[in-house]
């Protein structure tokens, strides 16, 4: 079974440009996460999708993030435009059923900003 | 809310020697605990969890853990470690029957040839 497969692995920008990082979750798993790594920390959710429909983007930074699920499998984060301090792994996770918490993880993706 | 401490941001040991990694947490609700494991440049793995029931959990690649609801801890366990165990772990707290997982900011674990 294929893992939860993210892309670009690595992205370098100049700062102001846009950035789009794509994730294919697991087949059949309805709930796709999108969290934040900063170096020497844990990652933290940014939002969850439940299907086509974002449930939880309190976290998500609407000046400059966004995010999409079209059809409910695929998604998309986007940043516009890139700053600096979004130098980070960005991660995407997928799963079965929500309650039980158990993600899967892709294996991220890169960004420096400079 | 929920909150998660994990005491040693790195824990360097002799190979086949124990180890153990810290976590404590913090909650006003029942939880379900988490440990997840990341290689240098992949993604996190879930090593073992716990959900109710026995309070020792054992996971994959002989790691384990005891959720001690009185110390608010779910300490992970290994009795003898190999090179490849090398990594950074992560624990995670999430309210029982919830996705909303928070992470601890990590420990990494430098196995000594």
């Known amino acids: 079974e294929a893992g939860v497969v993210q892309s670009p692995r690595y992205k370098i920008i100049e700062k102001k440009q846009p950035v789009a990082f794509w994730c294919n979750p697991i087949?059949?798993?309805?709930?796709l996460y999108w969290y934040l790594q900063n170096l020497g920390q844990g990652p933290e959710l940014l939002i969850r999708?439940?299907?086509?429909?974002?449930?939880?983007d309190s976290q998500l930074p609407k000046d400059r993030f966004s995010a999409e699920r079209l059809k409910g499998v695929d998604s998309t984060l986007k940043i516009q435009p890139a700053e600096l301090g979004d130098s980070a792994v960005y991660l995407c996770?997928?799963?079965?059923?929500?309650?039980?918490?158990?993600?899967?993880f892709g294996e991220g993706s890169r960004l420096t900003v400079l | 809310a929920q909150s998660v401490t994990q005491l040693d941001s790195q824990v360097p040991v002799f190979e086949e020697a124990p180890v153990e990694l810290r976590c404590n947490y913090s909650?006003?609700?029942?939880?379900?605990l988490f440990w997840y494991v990341q290689y240098p440049n992949q993604g996190l793995q879930l090593l073992l969890k716990?959900?109710?029931?026995?309070?020792l959990v054992k996971g994959i690649n002989g790691f384990e853990a005891e959720f001690n609801k009185s110390q608010t801890s779910f300490h992970l366990r290994k009795p003898s470690v190999h090179i490849s165990d090398t990594a950074e772990y992560f624990c995670?707290?999430?309210?029982?029957?919830?996705?909303?997982?928070?992470f601890g900011k990590g420990t990494k674990l430098s196995v000594i040839p």
């Open positions: 999708y439940e299907n086509e429909e974002a449930v939880d």
């Open positions: 087949s059949g798993h309805n709930t």
């Open positions: 995670a707290v999430g309210p029982a029957g919830s996705y909303q997982l928070t």
């Open positions: 996770a997928s799963s079965l059923i929500t309650g039980a918490g158990e993600l899967f």
């Open positions: 716990y959900l109710s029931g026995s309070t």
């Open positions: 909650s006003s609700v029942s939880v379900y």
